[in-house]
């Protein structure tokens, strides 16, 4: 019992990571039907933005502590959403009326940019930092061991719940939410009303990428060890869960990303830990041949 309430624990610090970047997935997708490929780097660029911060902020002996992390989370958030503007302006906006195919061999060409960029510029060695926030409470024990929630999983799934509530209030209360909910209903016919369309996708790629940020911060206070290579394997692994929990919907992305959080823990801990990946995958093709849209999808309407 007290080991299956720490995987409990664990999977669901994981999920909150996973459903950040997947709503970023989602987000794009729901309003220019495109995947995003590059998503899963602007995460890794997020991290290693924050990684950066922290040794500048440490070397300045300026900050420490929460006052650290919160500049950290800040700065990594300016600069992966300027990154988000200027991949949508400079590689998305002048293929959006082209074939198909044309924005997803961009966007995958930027994926590798930023991988090589990172590993030229950062070096190939994975980068190990001290942990920020030791320690935790303890929530049970069962014998020698202890079931603890650590603080750098409460931050997580604080930091994650705020930012999805802020999101939410966002997407259903303002000017910017109704324009993007129009947009993803009908773009042209919103353009037709005034909406600046252009802006709009804009705004949602720069909304995606400070979300990627927060998760790659979020993901170095937690495992204390990044690399170049990590913004791939998390990009797919977010990208399976916002098709599980069905492409185009933020609650679904969110639920995906628990999901498949879940999924490695529990697999890891009573399974082979090899094998992890290959369960999570498994579980999206079944929910796929059952429920195609996903578990919280909805149907396209087709237009004619």
């Not at 997407?171 to 005034?194: F, H, I, N, S, W």
């Not at 990009?235 to 999924?263: D, E, M, R, W």
Request: aromatic share 10%.
């Amino acid at each position: 019992m007290a080991y299956a309430l720490q995987q409990l624990i664990n999977g669901i610090s994981l999920g909150m990571i996973y459903g950040l970047i997947a709503v970023g997935y989602t987000m794009v997708y729901g309003i220019i039907g495109m995947i995003n490929f590059a998503h899963g780097d602007v995460f890794m660029v997020g991290a290693f933005v924050a990684l950066i911060s922290l040794l500048l902020l440490q070397a300045g002996g300026v900050l420490d502590g929460p006052a650290a992390i919160l500049v950290m989370l800040l700065v990594s958030m300016a600069i992966t959403a300027l990154y988000g503007w200027t991949a949508e302006r400079v590689a998305y906006r002048p293929l959006r009326g082209s074939f198909r195919l044309a924005p997803l061999i961009t966007a995958i060409g930027l994926s590798i940019v930023l991988q090589n960029f990172v590993q030229v510029s950062q070096g190939a060695r994975p980068k190990p930092t001290e942990t920020l926030l030791p320690g935790g409470w303890e929530v049970m024990r069962d014998g020698a061991f202890v079931v603890q929630f650590s603080y750098s999983q409460m931050l997580i799934i604080g930091i994650t719940l705020a930012v999805l509530a802020v999101f939410t209030v966002l997407v259903t209360r303002t000017p910017l939410g109704r324009a993007m909910r129009a947009c993803e209903q009908d773009r042209k016919m919103a353009a037709l009303l005034g909406i600046d369309t252009d802006r709009t996708i804009s705004l949602t790629f720069v909304i995606g990428a400070a979300l990627a940020a927060v998760a790659g911060t979020m993901y170095l206070l937690r495992y204390g060890v990044i690399d170049f290579y990590i913004g791939f394997l998390a990009g797919v692994k977010a990208f399976t869960a916002a098709v599980l929990g069905g492409i185009g919907s933020l609650p679904g992305a969110v639920l995906g990303g628990l999901l498949i959080g879940l999924i490695e823990t529990f697999w890891s801990a009573y399974f082979s830990v090899q094998y992890k990946d290959v369960a999570a995958f498994s579980v999206l093709v079944l929910t796929l041949i059952f429920l195609p849209t996903g578990l919280l999808g909805r149907q396209e309407v087709e237009k004619v």
